[in-house]
T-cell receptor, first 113, second 114 residues
Framework: DTGVSQNPRHKITKRGQNVTFRCDPISEHNRLYWYRQTLGQGPEFLTY????????KSRLLSDRFSAERPKGSFSTLEIQRTEQGDSAMYLC???????????FGPGTRLTVL | DAKTTQPPSMDCAEGRAANLPCNHS???????VYWYRQIHSQGPQYIIHGLKNNETNEMASLIITEDRKSSTLILPHATLRDTAVYYCIVRNMNYGGSQGNLIFGKGTKLSVKP
């Protein structure tokens, strides 16, 4: 399978803990995006990378959130000191260029107790 | 903010055409209309996109009105596996950054019934 993969698929954590999610994009795609989706809403843009450079961050991305893409391949999204409001599906997408269609992964569902 | 308006839900009989409308009355000349769908517990999946002309691919057809203020996604022979939330998105292809990204609304929940 050469699609976008995300791990873990589900994460349950207690409030105040740190969590980290991983996204492996399609191998030749240099653009990687993170979105967040809460119940009943469409996905909301969080941040994106072109190769290893993080080019834009949404105001939704508070200072408790950090994303990296160290070698321009896989990416990690870390949430520090999780809050119940962080409970959501975190989606990763990749594309070959800015204009190309985006391919989404299956998402990581985070539940903060 | 999403620039599109879609009905929250629609039903369609299996084997019939599903016609999903979308209003985008404030669309500008360099904005494309994109459609994605999201099957339950999966990430969104690209369906089709267009600028002015009608488009067709193996999944669907996209009909854009002449004034470009609305469009319709057509699934010619809906199956149970087409049950999903369908998102209509307008996207500016000429800008980098978040302006070139996808801004999702709430979409239309299509239920295909046997």
């Amino acid at each position: 399978d050469t699609g976008v993969s995300q791990n873990p698929r589900h994460k349950i954590t207690k409030r105040g803990q740190n969590v980290t999610f991983r996204c492996d994009p399609i191998s030749e795609h240099n653009r990687l995006y993170w979105y967040r989706q809460t119940l009943g809403q469409g996905p909301e843009f969080l941040t994106y990378f072109q190769n290893e450079a993080q080019l834009e961050k949404s105001r939704l991305l508070s200072d408790r959130f950090s994303a990296e893409r160290p070698k321009g391949s896989f990416s990690t999204l870390e949430i520090q000191r999780t809050e119940q409001g962080d409970s959501a599906m975190y989606l990763c997408a990749s594309s070959q260029t800015q204009r190309a269609r985006k391919f989404f992964g299956p998402g990581t569902r985070l539940t903060v107790l | 903010d999403a620039k599109t308006t879609q009905p929250p839900s629609m039903d369609c009989a299996e084997g019939r055409a599903a016609n999903l409308p979308c209003n985008h009355s404030t669309i500008s000349g360099n904005e494309y209309v994109y459609w994605y769908r999201q099957i339950h517990s999966q990430g969104p999946q690209y369906i089709i996109h267009g600028l002015k002309n009608n488009e067709t691919n193996e999944m669907a057809s996209l009909i854009i009105t002449e004034d470009r203020k609305s469009s319709t996604l057509i699934l010619p022979h809906a199956t149970l596996r087409d049950t999903a939330v369908y998102y209509c998105i307008v996207r500016n292809m000429n800008y980098g950054g978040s302006q070139g990204n996808l801004i999702f609304g709430k979409g239309t929940k299509l239920s295909v019934k046997p």
